[in-house]
């Protein structure tokens, strides 16, 4: 009920909730809201039927890298997933994503625009004491950067080291950096790209 006007205002959906929310996102959508949505948690099989209908009810989408297989892009190396996605994405005559995030694990994540263009960002090089939250980490900073007028590669660079900084800890609340310490390390994860 609440008005978006003169807002940038996201309805997000984890992956469980998706199913059940459609129509909500719908609503929500027609009033004006951005709205995206994570794989985690959906069924593989919710995935396969209902593919195109995701793509045209979310203005993001986050998969990981299973996903690629279960939404019909292969399970082959994901790069060759993320240049499919791409040519789907240019091709896109109904609604699509603004964008749609695939998150490779310790491979960091790509983006692909609207238009077509990917994105990609490594992770850092971390030692990985707990996975416990590192996709919450990637997607809410995604989230945070994006939704405040940030291009895609800087957002998934941020959100990138985000989930690489959850890893180095036990337990989902341990880490919460700041703006200014992910810009930080920034060029720390630009070097490892370079030499990855």
């Known amino acids: 009920s609440a008005d978006p006007t003169g807002l940038n205002w996201c309805l997000h959906l984890e992956g469980y ?3 059940t929310q459609l129509a909500s996102i719908e609503q929500a959508r027609a009033r004006g809201f951005t709205t995206s949505m994570q794989s985690t948690g959906l069924p593989p099989q919710w995935l396969r039927q209902y593919r195109n ?3 045209e009810s979310f203005d993001i989408v986050m998969l990981h890298q299973e996903s690629l297989d279960y939404v ?3 399970k082959d190396d994901p790069t060759s997933s993320i240049r499919r996605l791409a040519e789907l994405a240019k091709a896109a005559r109904a609604p699509w994503p603004r964008i749609v ?3 490779l694990g310790k491979h960091g994540a790509a983006a692909v625009t609207q238009d077509g263009a990917v994105v990609c960002a490594p992770a850092l090089p971390v030692t990985v004491v707990d996975t416990t939250g590192a996709g919450d980490s ?5 989230l945070a950067v994006w939704l405040n007028c940030a291009d895609a590669a800087l957002a998934i660079r941020l959100a990138c080291i985000a989930g ?3 890893v180095t ?3 989902a609340q341990e880490i919460r950096p700041s ?3 992910l810009a930080r390390l920034a060029p720390q994860a630009a070097a490892a790209a370079t030499h990855a």
């Open 17 to 19: 909730q998706v199913p």
């Open 53 to 55: 209908r995701m793509f």
């Open 72 to 74: 019909g892009l292969g």
């Open 101 to 103: 995030v695939v998150t």
């Open 138 to 142: 990637f997607v809410g900073c995604f």
């Open 164 to 166: 690489s900084l959850q």
């Open 169 to 171: 800890r036990f337990g």
């Open 179 to 181: 703006a200014s310490t």
